[in-house]
């Protein structure tokens, strides 16, 4: 039964999404996967080429937008999927600062059209009682935090970016679906991730091949920015937990536990490729790090208290931040092709309006 299976996916070209598609398709055998992905900067579908060649009873991509009402419809009829899973978004704080109208468009008026294409499917197919909706969000809607605290699911919101602020008017949005209209969403927060396919503007990957080109390491303010780090396979098992087992109108911050200083992360990250490069002594990578302004609004600290999802769905990270940031390191190591291939074009050109051209 086709429509038992189903799980329609937005945003599945990005970084989180490629993972949650290739983790899911091999964790559950009987699932299948249709991949709705605008293809922004950001988005690769060829992240997922080999799932395409080799599995394609098993996955479809479909090239589109969220704000496109007529298409959401017409594949939500074709497809009956038996849950949404929601990706898609403008992803990045210093784009957002840059340019923050794409990010009211896609992470805000595409969530609402997203949502009014899935409450009329599930109301036109008599509201079946497995139909799930998972908005994935941040923990940035939470706003910064001092050096104790931690992050609940109770946390007032206090968005300080044009990102963090249009992710906390969609996750608002789907809560009022939920209470409005009884529409089973859910939502979860979820702190900073990292891993393979993480697109290269982001602060572990731009190191990474920064360390690799021996180019400058940029490291905004002091670097004593702290972000709670949560390797992308953790994430994606917590969002395939929530799926199976969340109730409908609940929130779950999802966090690792791994608190850690940027210029912190930036360090581990030369010590691990000097070794991997065999760089020492005047070579080692440190040199390379420069502390650059500040990011305007630019928050402490973040930490998730991830005790809810923990207690009530039995979901703990696996991976330690050490060995998972190595293993992080070596596939970009090994993947010298797919960097180069989305290093070019828009990406080429938006990095030099920011840091000047190579
Ligand atoms: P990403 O920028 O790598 O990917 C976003 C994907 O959405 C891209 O493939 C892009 O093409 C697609 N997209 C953008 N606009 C679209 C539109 N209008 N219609 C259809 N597709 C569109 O982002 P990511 O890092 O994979 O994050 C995925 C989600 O997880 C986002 O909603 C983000 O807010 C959330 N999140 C990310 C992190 C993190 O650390 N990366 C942490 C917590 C939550």
């Not at 968005?159 to 969403?185: E, G, I, M, N, Q």
């Not at 091949?209 to 098992?237: F, M, Q, S, T």
């Not at 929130?251 to 070794?275: F, K, M, P, S």
């Not at 979901?315 to 293993?327: I, K, S, V």
Request: glycine residues 8%; aromatic residues 10%.
């Amino acid at each position: 039964n086709r429509s038992a299976s189903t799980l329609l996916v937005t945003g599945g070209a990005g970084f989180i999404g490629t993972n949650f598609i290739r983790h899911t398709l091999v964790q559950m055998s009987e699932c299948r996967i249709v991949n709705l992905d605008a293809l922004t900067y950001a988005g690769n579908a060829a992240n997922l080429d080999d799932v395409a060649r080799d599995a394609p009873e098993r996955y479809r991509f479909v090239h589109g937008d969220i704000n496109d009402s007529d298409l959401l419809q017409r594949l939500l009829h074709e497809e009956s999927p038996a849950a949404v899973i929601h990706f898609a978004a403008e992803s990045h704080v210093d784009r957002s600062i840059a340019g923050p109208l794409a990010f009211v468009e896609t992470n805000v008026t595409g969530t609402a059209r997203l949502l009014m294409a899935c409450r009329a499917y599930w109301e036109q197919m008599g509201r079946p009682a497995a139909f799930r909706f998972l908005h994935v969000s941040t923990d940035e809607v939470y706003g910064s935090l001092g050096p104790e605290d931690y992050f609940s699911e109770t946390t007032p919101y206090d968005p300080s970016s044009p990102y963090s602020a249009s992710k906390a008017a969609a996750d608002h949005l789907v809560r009022a679906w939920h209470r409005t209209y009884d529409f089973p969403a859910m939502v979860t927060n979820c702190s900073n991730n990292y891993g393979p396919y993480q697109f290269p503007e982001k602060l572990i990957p731009l190191m990474i091949l920064n360390i690799l080109e021996e180019k400058p390491l940029p490291v905004y303010g002091d670097g004593a920015n702290v972000r709670d780090w949560l390797y992308v396979v953790d994430h994606c098992e917590a969002l395939a937990t929530v799926l199976e087992r969340g109730v409908p109108g609940q929130t779950y911050n999802i966090g690792g536990g791994a608190e850690r200083r940027n210029i912190d992360v930036v360090e581990q990250l030369c010590a691990l490729l000097d070794q991997r490069l065999g760089r020492s002594g005047d070579g080692c990578s440190r040199r390379l790090i420069r502390f650059v302004t500040d990011r305007p609004g630019h928050d402490r600290r973040y930490a998730i208290d991830a005790g809810k999802i923990q207690r009530e769905l039995g979901w703990r990270p696996r991976y330690r931040f050490e060995t998972a940031l190595a293993e992080t390191v070596d596939w970009y190591l090994a993947n010298g092709p797919w960097i180069d291939f989305i290093r070019s074009g828009d990406y080429r050109r938006w990095m030099e309006t920011q840091y000047g051209p190579d």
